[in-house]
């Protein structure tokens, strides 16, 4: 039996967030999530200075590389699947960043509303 493709939150098919670096919980380029992803990275995100710098003070440095992990870290406009819970913390904050709707698993939804993530879409 074939596995269901996985859908984004416009109803439709997961595209994939991010090549380069290797993003997601299963660092497959996809956004999308299981029981084992505790944080839950659904939501595709184009980082920015401003988010970069919030999720360091928030104890999540984004911005070292960690070769160890095989992590470049990131730098602005960069792509990579966030936490739909941090991403929540920075839209209250002001500065959550764009977001590719085509590419956030509609889990987020269950973190996130909607119009939220529709307000910070980036279109390509």
Not at 36 to 41: A, F, M, P, Q, V
Not at 50 to 74: A, H, M, V, Y
Not at 103 to 109: F, G, N, P, R, V
Not at 111 to 123: F, I, W
């Amino acid at each position: 039996m074939k596995k269901p493709l996985k859908i984004n939150v416009l109803n439709q098919p997961l595209k994939s967030c991010c090549d380069d670096p290797k993003t997601g919980f299963f660092r497959d380029g996809f956004c999308r999530t299981d029981d084992h992803d505790l944080g839950r990275h659904t939501i595709c995100a184009i980082v920015t200075e401003e988010f970069l710098e919030f999720s360091l003070q928030k104890g999540n440095d984004l911005i070292t590389p960690s070769p160890r992990n095989s992590f470049p870290g990131l730098k602005p406009n960069d792509r990579w699947c966030l936490c739909a819970q941090r991403w929540q913390e920075a839209f209250v904050a002001g500065c959550a960043p764009k977001v590719d709707l085509q590419a956030t698993d509609i889990k987020a939804l269950d973190y996130v509303s909607l119009d939220a993530l529709k307000r910070h879409s980036h279109v390509d």
